[in-house]
């Protein structure tokens, strides 16, 4: 079998859109699936690796449809679990005028029952990358024991550990989520945060302010919306300027960013060209009401 080059571990959801109007007054919605890490995961499939997901999903019709579709665009999820006693989660999406909400039924979701236990049997040495959310310590002790554990494998050449901050306010308030998430980002090799996050967290309005609360990853990078993007690599700062475009929805951007620099970076690219890459996966989802776009679908629109 391939060796597993990309591990992302975090929760998926059965995701319903409405067609037609917002959930107040649509009569049809559209079923797909949603989730930080499995984003990244398809993206990254996407442009080449073997990637794996790592998760528990409910044994229901959702779960069912989670796993079917990630295998169907080449994710490897031998290391899903299907747990008997809790369902899959669910989230809606909202459209408004102003912007699109999001709205998760999740508490005691099969992933929120992940712990220590679901890296045995993981080819760790295989790993070239693992991807990890700050979404995924919200959801229980257990699972920030995971996230723990992982953050915690001894350092080997040629493994990173990817860290995407992604503070969910529906899952934990500011005074629990801020220290923990400060701690756990600290430990990675490579961080993720917007600067929207970093001043709702910690109170930061500049990258350097980010930069020297959070000292110890090699790579760290701030988004900024429609601003640009900015790298450190040690002290080393560089800054791209986001692509001009026309949103449609900025729900997914920032797991397309994620992915679209990750890639640049397993491809030993350049901080200027995996930070251009970011943006322009990034661009990609803005342009679309889905959380991923294929290049083939992105080609149609």
Not at 5 to 12: H, K, P, S
Not at 150 to 162: I, Y
Not at 246 to 268: P, R
Not at 280 to 288: D, F, G, I, N, V
Request: hydrophobic content about 40%.
């Amino acid at each position: 079998m391939e060796p597993v080059e990309v591990l992302c571990i975090g929760e998926t959801m059965a995701l319903l859109a409405p067609l037609d109007g917002p959930l107040t007054e649509a009569e049809r919605l559209r079923l797909d699936i949603g989730g930080a890490e499995s984003t990244v995961a398809l993206y990254l499939r996407e442009f080449g690796h073997h990637t794996a997901w790592l998760s528990r999903v409910g044994a229901d019709p959702f779960g069912e449809r989670i796993v079917r579709t990630l295998s169907g665009h080449g994710v490897d999820t031998r290391f899903v679990r299907t747990d008997a006693e809790a369902p899959t989660g669910v989230y809606f999406k909202n459209p408004g005028t102003e912007k699109t909400t999001v709205h998760y039924y999740r508490a005691g979701s099969a992933a929120s029952r992940m712990g220590e236990g679901e890296l045995d049997g993981v080819p760790l040495d295989e790993l070239r990358l693992v991807h990890l959310s700050g979404i995924t310590p919200a959801l229980s002790a257990s699972c920030r024991a995971l996230v723990a554990q992982v953050l915690a494998l001894p350092k080997r050449d040629g493994r990173l550990v990817s860290f995407d901050v992604n503070y969910r306010p529906a899952l934990w308030p500011v005074a629990e989520a801020a220290p923990v998430l400060r701690e756990l980002a600290a430990r990675a090799d490579v961080v993720f945060v917007g600067q929207d996050e970093a001043q709702t967290l910690w109170g930061l309005d500049t990258p350097e302010q980010v930069r020297e609360l959070i000292p110890g990853p090699r790579r760290l990078v701030i988004k900024d919306g429609a601003i640009g993007a900015s790298e450190f690599e040690g002290e080393h700062k560089t800054f791209v300027p986001a692509q001009p475009v026309e949103v449609v929805e900025v729900v997914g951007a920032g797991d397309a960013f994620a992915s679209g620099y990750l890639a640049g970076l397993l491809a030993g690219h350049e901080p200027e060209r995996r930070l251009a890459e970011g943006h322009e996966l990034a661009a990609r989802t803005l342009r679309s009401t889905d959380d991923f776009v294929p290049v083939s679908r992105a080609a149609r629109t």
